[in-house]
């Protein structure tokens, strides 16, 4: 939930701070870059700033506490130097826009207490970033959609979901070899073609991210538009389309995923739960069972339905014999046979 309102949160932000074109403005050694046209428009709009000769360095490395000042400016966060306080390597320069990715949760640092203020930030970092710029953090983790980049080996471990989301979504793209090339240091040319498209096509990005979570989370969904800052357009296989509220859906697909995550709980792990924990396991799976995108209906109240299921799972796993059986089959089959749910006919 709390990345669900972030993402939100971040949407209004790029809205609100980026819908007026930008007069161009000039750096003297940037003419022949790809990244030309990306680095003036950034400049005008105040993301980006060049060097006191009046260059902006396109093909010199960007270091991480760089990146963290255009992209704090680029989501137009709210600066806090005192919110970076707990990095021992931050310049004083970079402190506001560095504490403001920490408020944001884009950033937690190279490790306790260090930022990495000064090391060349790598592709597959500035990946991670945007993609908890956007929001979408626990949607990556959720889907973990296989990359097809020919160096896809190359990416951590850590950086695999971001790196392969932000790839299906369109964001991340490789050279002519299909190569992520994830390790190398981005320069700052990258970055600003990067931000650019960030901020300035956020519609886009958004829509095929919203798509991306959806074809793979509902079988019926086919395409989601983002319509304006708080409805999107919902596209069925059938081609019939429906306008929903964007929290909403957001909230719908993330108790979703939640919901097919349980397919990795056994009965031994329910057995461990205290009786909290398993009322408020339950209470999400009935809450879930009652949401528009779900494969049930629910045909008992709540409170009704949360009882029955306790009680089956915890005869059902009071035989040692059935610890291994998957804990959302089970639920599903206790609510199927005691007439707690039934199935929707598609």
Known sequence: MKKVISFLFSCLLLFAAFGQPANATTFSDIQNTF????IETLGQQGV???????TYRPNNPIKRSEFAKMLALALDLPLNEESASSFTDVPNWAK???GALVDAEITNGKKPGQFGSDLPITRQEMIIMFVRAMGFEEFAHFLYLP????DEGEISTTAYPYVSFAEHMGFAEGNLD?????LENGTRAAAAKWIYFFVNESDKYFSNALTLIAVNTVDNIQQVELID????EVTYMDHTTEEVSLFDFIIEMGFRLQYFELSYFYGSDWNTFTDDEKDELLDFIVIYWTSEWSDFNLLVSEEEAISQLKDGLNT???????????LLEQIETIGLENGIIELINE
Request: hydrophobic letters at 35%; zero cysteines; charged letters at 25%.
């Open 35 to 38: 990244a030309k046209n990306y």
């Open 48 to 54: 980006i700033s060049g060097f006191p000769d009046g």
């Open 96 to 98: 506001p826009y560095v």
């Open 147 to 150: 990359s097809e980049f020919a």
């Open 178 to 182: 299909n190569e992520f090339m994830p």
């Open 229 to 232: 800052d708080f409805t999107v």
């Open 316 to 326: 059902h796993f009071a035989n040692v014999k059935n610890e291994d059986d998957i």
